[in-house]
């Protein structure tokens, strides 16, 4: 598609470009748009249809968007300003450099310049910063032919006229109906016959991983934002709720992976800031794991002399300890950003783990002492050191695991920090000291 619009733009046939952007989704004219040229871009962002070309821009990413705002003139910006959702524009304008945002607002008409900047009021992680004051609202009193005359009038600038909220005089939030209810009611019935009264909202300070949660539990398409006087203040529609979902899951992958957390895309974040958010934690791992070499350095001895054996089953150790662990943190990390469990379940959760880590613990004995004693051919006492340090290793490491993410949690940090490089090296260093420990006992050393 995109080799066939570059030969047309070439041959100068814009009309037929016009016509097949015309037919495809926003999502993939905008795909078509962005992998232009900086030449191209404009002049094909101009042909796009008026009706569709918002839409267009508003699944554009940031330098892209920022590319065309430095090509349109005042004119221009304002139109697909006034085009755009809010909740998109705010969205825009918190990828765009200062400069770019001082030329935004000052562009955009009164109305919108105001609804912008009270978005952007709102703390990051809020409700309100999320959320767009275009919606439907009607009023108890009205029929339904009534409704369908003002959602006529007014909806097509809205975000969404499947749900429509019904306000007081005051603009208090009474209920909610849908477009489904008025289609299937008839046409003298008064809205408030119609209208629920049990409904799910949310205050404009609320987290919005908590109204994302609420989407997905409750299977939303809208959900209604009051302030402390349960005024409607504005909704927060399903598609932000998906982007919420989308970048608390990549924010907690780059944590469970060690890396500080980045809101640009992989290919867009250069070499020296990927540096930057890789390097804190891993220094902080290499100075921890320092521990488990002096640990063995102060067996160092006791190991030449008859048992370096030994040290050929610590990697196999460490790993199984560190794989242990992985598995209780990361099913109990999901099981916290699911809601799946609170910190009141600790006692619960952690005799679940021992119950699982003494079938592992033991099935993973029972295979590692026969690989010792038929395939390594060591001695019987070296076999019952290693298998019996396997078994309090992988105790320990699900002990670990369970517990650390629901007690940062407990201290209101992100459990996420906890997951598989901070674990593996805190259970890398026990497992060690259980192990030489067992061997003193058991071997003497």
């Not at 209780?328 to 880590?357: C, D, F, Q, T």
């Not at 050191?385 to 940062?408: D, M």
């Amino acid at each position: 598609m995109l080799e066939k619009i570059q030969k047309l733009l070439n041959e100068k046939k814009y009309s037929e470009v016009k016509s097949i952007l015309s037919e495809q989704k926003f999502f993939d004219a905008a795909e078509i748009l962005e992998a232009l040229s900086d030449e191209q871009l404009p002049l094909v962002f101009r042909i796009l249809p008026k009706d569709t070309a918002a839409d267009v821009f508003a699944y554009m990413d940031s330098d892209a968007q920022e590319k065309l705002i430095h090509a349109f003139s005042d004119k221009e910006l304002k139109e697909v300003l006034s085009d755009l959702y809010l909740d998109d524009a705010v969205d825009m304008i918190e990828e765009m450099p200062s400069n770019v945002v001082k030329r935004i607002l000052r562009t955009a008409d009164a109305e919108t310049r105001k609804s912008i900047n009270m978005l952007l009021q709102y703390p990051k992680d809020s409700a309100g910063s999320i959320m767009t004051t275009e919606y439907v609202s009607l009023k108890k009193d009205m029929t339904v032919e009534d409704a369908f005359k003002r959602i006529r009038q007014n909806g097509v600038d809205k975000e969404t006229i499947y749900t429509a909220y019904i306000i007081s005089a005051n603009r208090k939030l009474l209920g909610i109906v849908s477009a489904k209810t008025l289609l299937l009611s008839p046409m003298e019935c008064l809205v408030e016959e119609l209208m629920e009264t049990n409904f799910k909202s949310v205050s404009t300070t609320e987290d919005k991983e908590t109204v994302a949660e609420l989407f997905m539990n409750y299977d939303l398409l809208a959900l209604p934002v009051v302030d402390n006087e349960n005024r409607l203040v504005g909704i927060v529609t399903v598609d932000d709720a998906i982007d919420v979902l989308q970048d608390e899951a990549t924010e907690d992958m780059e944590a469970m992976a060690a890396i500080v957390p980045t809101d640009k895309p992989y290919m867009k974040t250069g070499v020296f800031e990927t540096y930057l958010k890789r390097i804190p934690w891993l220094l902080i791992l290499m100075l921890s794991a320092a521990f488990t070499g002096s640990i063995i350095r102060n067996y160092e001895e006791a190991l030449s002399h008859g048992y370096v054996i030994l040290t050929a089953f610590i990697p196999m150790l460490m790993s199984t300890g560190g794989n242990s662990g992985s598995q209780s943190s990361v099913s109990v990390i999901r099981s916290i950003s699911l809601g799946e469990i609170s910190i009141k379940e600790i006692i619960p959760v952690i005799w679940k783990e021992i119950r699982v880590a003494f079938l592992c613990s033991i099935t993973l004995a029972i295979v590692n002492f026969l690989k010792l004693l038929f395939i390594d051919k060591v001695s019987i006492a070296v076999c019952v050191v290693v298998c019996a340090t396997l078994v309090v290793t992988v105790f320990i490491a699900k002990f670990i695991g369970c517990t650390l993410p629901i007690i940062t949690k407990c201290l209101k940090l992100d459990p996420a920090v906890m997951a598989s490089p901070f674990i593996t090296t805190i259970v890398d260093a026990v497992s060690l000291v259980v192990y030489f420990q067992i061997a003193t006992r058991v071997l003497g050393i």
